[in-house]
């Protein structure tokens, strides 16, 4: 796997760092809002619906792997400050917690890209801490604004080991749908395809 960029930094005390704050003493819980929400691997005990203020969902972060190549990047869901954003929180009993967290780096964390960041999700069952991952503006990963030229062009031609970005998008709209969840600016998005 020489071909995998170099981690921006290195994701292992990232990894401690969530696990201390977690601390083990009561259930783990996790913030989906992209590809976790339809294909989580791993068990979880409970999962509902959660909304975060403060933070949106965001087509906005290259994929140069999972959804594209580094000659032709693809794009993949980041979550960015400001605004607010429905998603799903998943519970995983405390004996789980750490083998998950460390799953979820082994996933999510590759090149280090999130901040990893404990925020509170509204549930209709009261608030939870749920660990999310967030990504910076000044991220290299970041795309920055893209024109609608731009999306067409990822969505016609990024592919990467997982697929394509157009059908990411298409799976996170169709999930998000299903559990009533109702994303605009990618429904926009995907709208540019058909004109």
């Known amino acids: 796997m020489s071909d995998l960029p170099k981690p921006l930094r290195d994701p292992a005390p990232m990894l401690e760092k969530a696990l ?3 601390g083990g003493r009561e259930d ?5 809002y992209g590809s976790l929400i339809w294909r989580p691997d791993f068990e979880f005990a409970e999962r509902r619906p959660a909304k975060v203020h403060g933070w949106h969902r965001a087509l906005k972060m290259w994929s140069r792997i999972n959804r594209g190549t580094p000659e032709r990047p693809g794009l993949v869901f980041g979550m960015l400050s400001g605004g607010c954003c429905q998603g799903m929180v998943f519970r995983i009993p405390k004996q789980n917690g750490q083998e998950v967290l460390t ?4 996933r999510e964390m590759v090149t280090a890209v999130y901040d990893p ?3 509170t999700c509204h549930t209709s069952h009261g608030p939870v801490q749920a660990l999310a991952f967030t990504l910076s503006r000044k991220s290299p990963s970041h795309t920055g604004v893209l024109s609608e030229e731009e999306y067409r062009r990822i969505f016609t031609e990024a592919t990467g080991i ?4 157009l059908d990411y998008a298409h799976r ?7 559990h009533n969840i109702h994303d605009r600016g990618l429904e926009r998005l995907l709208k540019l395809l058909q004109r």
Not at 103 to 106: G, I
Not at 172 to 178: I, K, V
């Open 28 to 32: 783990l819980w996790i913030f989906g």
């Open 172 to 178: 996170t709209w169709e999930e998000l749908r299903r």
């Open 117 to 119: 960041k404990w925020l």
């Open 103 to 106: 799953r979820l780096w082994s």
């Open 20 to 22: 201390q704050e977690w």
């Open 162 to 165: 997982y697929g394509t970005t």
